[in-house]
């Protein structure tokens, strides 16, 4: 069984689960199809968010298991230019304030087609990856980082810890939100790092979630929605004190986290990450109300993006999708846009391009399609990378063309 549904909280183990939204019963957001014969069998799952009553940790109950989701994964960190330079900058600034050299060991979970640790690997340092897809650890290790093919767990890290000895960074970027058992996971990461070593995790933000309206980045890999509050709980757990948290404008808004290994001296978190999570309760994200109102928002949202679809639709206007993301998936099944309002949908993911969406059945062209058969307007549900997009595609603009940027309010451009 690929699927199942879990009882209690993934932070505190509380069974006071309250489910207060629901986008459906949804495919997968990564499982497109190869073609359409695969259509009718397609498996959904309910995609429910629900809040624990204790400790307010935001999350899915329903679990895909990690072989079925991420072993033959076609999420490629290298084909986004913004990602590219937001990878370059991380390795320059985590070089010199962790004072990384030649002797320095650097390893990353879920390290994917290995485009960061490269970042850091041209700077002499020592890398290792830790990547469960195939596909994708194969590439890595073809650009010449080494990469264990192997989901992350704390036994995996022991056996890493004493074969390559301590790291002074471990870094763990948009993972820990996709994984049954955090606590677990973050342990494992304390059982790598060098005494005065570091974790560093990014995760999506909550408070951007719940502020921008970005319900279509809930999907069955994210099983986590985290608040500095509920972060705090996980480390602390975990035997980590957090030392500082960045908001950073990946994946519609994130938060960076860096963690040391607690110590008699050092046993608390930092007095700032103390004021943030103050500052969360102040917004009630400690209550049922703010999700109850996002709830309630995300029910209008779907309204005003249908009717403007039709609208369009109705005046014989030919609309496509700018990208095929994770989230773009949620959006067009929570919304039932298919293929009878978009006519296609583009992506720069060759491992995409030939497919079709999961759910709705939208065919996935190479971005030249846009030249081919111009759409009037174009969707643009990879729109945390709209300006990059928008400057990318200046002649269809030129020719007319305009974008629909879908959240948190439809807007035309
Ligand atoms: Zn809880």
């Given at each position: 069984m690929s699927?199942?549904?879990?009882?209690?909280?993934?932070?505190?183990?509380?069974?006071?689960?309250?489910?207060?939204?629901?986008?459906?019963?949804?495919?997968l957001?990564?499982?497109?199809?190869?073609?359409?014969?695969?259509?009718a069998?397609?498996k959904?799952y309910?995609?429910d968010?629900?809040?624990?009553?204790?400790?307010?940790?935001?999350?899915?109950?329903?679990?895909?298991t990690?072989?079925?989701?991420?072993?033959?994964?076609?999420?490629?960190?290298?084909t986004?230019?913004?990602?590219?330079?937001?990878?370059?900058?991380?390795?320059?600034?985590?070089?010199?304030?962790?004072?990384?050299?030649q002797?320095?060991?650097?390893?990353?979970?879920?390290?994917?087609?290995?485009s960061?640790?490269?970042?850091?690997?041209?700077?002499?340092?020592?890398?290792?990856g830790?990547?469960?897809?195939?596909?994708?650890?194969?590439?890595?290790?073809?650009?010449?980082?080494?990469?264990?093919?192997?989901?992350?767990?704390?036994?995996?890290?022991?056996?890493?810890?004493?074969?390559?000895?301590?790291?002074?960074?471990?870094?763990?970027?948009?993972?820990?939100?996709?994984?049954d058992?955090?606590?677990?996971?973050?342990?494992?990461?304390?059982?790598?790092?060098?005494?005065?070593?570091?974790?560093?995790?990014?995760?999506?933000?909550?408070?951007?979630?719940?502020?921008?309206?970005?319900?279509?980045?809930?999907?069955?890999?994210?099983?986590?929605?985290?608040?500095?509050?509920?972060?705090?709980?996980?480390?602390?757990?975990?035997?980590l004190?957090?030392?500082r948290?960045?908001?950073?404008?990946?994946?519609?808004?994130?938060?960076?986290i860096?963690?040391?290994?607690?110590?008699?001296?050092?046993?608390?978190?930092?007095?700032?990450?103390?004021?943030?999570?103050?500052?969360?309760?102040?917004?009630?994200?400690?209550?049922?109300?703010?999700?109850?109102?996002?709830?309630?928002?995300?029910?209008?949202h779907?309204?005003?993006?249908?009717?403007?679809?039709?609208?369009?639709?109705?005046?014989?206007?030919?609309?496509?999708?700018?990208?095929?993301?994770?989230?773009?998936?949620?959006?067009?099944?929570?919304?039932?846009?298919?293929?009878?309002?978009?006519?296609?949908?583009?992506?720069?993911?060759?491992?995409?391009?030939?497919?079709?969406?999961p759910?709705?059945?939208?065919?996935?062209?190479?971005?030249?399609?846009?030249e081919?058969?111009p759409?009037?307007?174009l969707?643009?549900l990879?729109?945390?990378?709209?300006?990059?997009?928008?400057?990318?595609?200046?002649?269809?603009?030129?020719r007319?063309g305009?974008?629909?940027?879908?959240?948190?309010?439809p807007?035309?451009?």
């Amino acid at each position: 069984m690929s699927h199942y549904k879990r009882s209690t909280c993934r932070a505190c183990r509380g069974a006071r689960l309250e489910a207060f939204l629901s986008l459906g019963q949804q495919p997968l957001a990564n499982s497109f199809l190869s073609t359409p014969s695969e259509f009718a069998g397609e498996k959904r799952y309910p995609l429910d968010v629900y809040r624990c009553e204790s400790c307010s940790l935001i999350q899915l109950l329903d679990v895909i298991t990690q072989d079925e989701l991420f072993r033959d994964y076609i999420y490629v960190t290298g084909t986004s230019e913004t990602i590219a330079r937001h990878n370059e900058q991380y390795a320059k600034t985590v070089t010199s304030e962790m004072q990384l050299g030649q002797g320095s060991l650097v390893i990353e979970v879920a390290s994917n087609d290995g485009s960061l640790l490269q970042c850091f690997a041209k700077r002499g340092v020592k890398t290792l990856g830790i990547e469960p897809a195939r596909n994708i650890a194969r590439t890595a290790r073809e650009r010449g980082i080494p990469t264990v093919e192997e989901f992350f767990n704390y036994d995996l890290a022991r056996e890493i810890r004493s074969e390559k000895g301590p790291a002074r960074v471990v870094i763990a970027n948009n993972v820990l939100a996709h994984v049954d058992e955090p606590i677990d996971f973050l342990t494992g990461c304390a059982e790598l790092i060098e005494e005065s070593g570091r974790v560093i995790t990014e995760v999506p933000y909550l408070g951007d979630l719940l502020d921008a309206l970005e319900y279509d980045t809930i999907y069955h890999e994210h099983l986590c929605y985290f608040s500095v509050m509920s972060l705090m709980e996980l480390y602390e757990r975990a035997g980590l004190m957090i030392v500082r948290i960045q908001r950073v404008p990946v994946h519609g808004g994130s938060l960076r986290i860096l963690a040391r290994l607690r110590t008699k001296e050092m046993s608390g978190h930092a007095p700032e990450v103390v004021e943030l999570a103050d500052e969360e309760r102040r917004r009630n994200y400690d209550k049922p109300d703010p999700y109850r109102d996002f709830a309630v928002a995300v029910a209008q949202h779907r309204e005003k993006l249908v009717a403007l679809l039709e609208e369009l639709v109705g005046q014989g206007k030919a609309l496509s999708g700018y990208g095929a993301p994770a989230k773009g998936n949620t959006l067009l099944n929570y919304c039932g846009i298919d293929r009878e309002l978009l006519k296609y949908v583009v992506d720069r993911n060759p491992l995409k391009i030939g497919r079709y969406t999961p759910g709705t059945h939208v065919p996935v062209k190479p971005v030249s399609e846009l030249e081919n058969d111009p759409p009037d307007y174009l969707l643009v549900l990879a729109w945390n990378f709209a300006d990059e997009i928008m400057q990318q595609q200046i002649e269809y603009a030129r020719r007319g063309g305009r974008f629909i940027i879908p959240v948190p309010e439809p807007r035309v451009i």
